[in-house]
Nanobody
Framework: QVQLVESGGGLVQAGGSLRLSCAAS????????MAWFRQAPGKEREFVAT????????YYANSVKGRFTISRDNAKNTMYLQITNLRPEDTAVYYC??????????????????WGQGTQVTVSS
């Protein structure tokens, strides 16, 4: 089991930027694919982006391409999501997730092995 803790959320004006972090515990981080999801009020949780175990392959939902950048630092057991040009519709709770193993991960995830508790991002217009 991997424990995940997100941080970096907050209230930001439209057009601003944020960097979310996801700190992972356990020895499986560098053998795991990671992903970000988000859930807006009244909506289902949606896939945002994923990155493979080595950090060399990333995949994004069409809705965030060009504004979101996923990355990871295996030495720090941490994954990041850089968000630029924030829009009010980006308001959501952002969750990180993990799939243990080195299998191909560059697709829209529908499940994960473990989830974080989420961090709130609120974008004001």
């Amino acid at each position: 089991q991997v424990q995940l803790v997100e941080s970096g959320g907050g209230l930001v004006q439209a057009g601003g930027s944020l960097r979310l972090s996801c700190a992972a515990s356990g020895r499986t981080f560098d053998n795991s694919a990671m992903a970000w999801f988000r859930q807006a009020p009244g909506k289902e949780r949606e896939f945002v982006a994923t990155i493979n175990w080595s950090g060399t392959v990333a995949y994004y939902a069409n809705s965030v391409k060009g504004r979101f950048t996923i990355s990871r630092d295996n030495a720090k057991n941490t994954m990041y999501l850089q968000i630029t040009n924030l829009r009010p519709e980006d308001t959501a709770v952002y969750y990180c997730a993990v799939k243990i193993g080195r299998s191909t991960s560059n697709y829209i995830w529908t499940r994960a092995d473990d989830w974080g508790q989420g961090t709130q991002v609120t974008v004001s217009s």
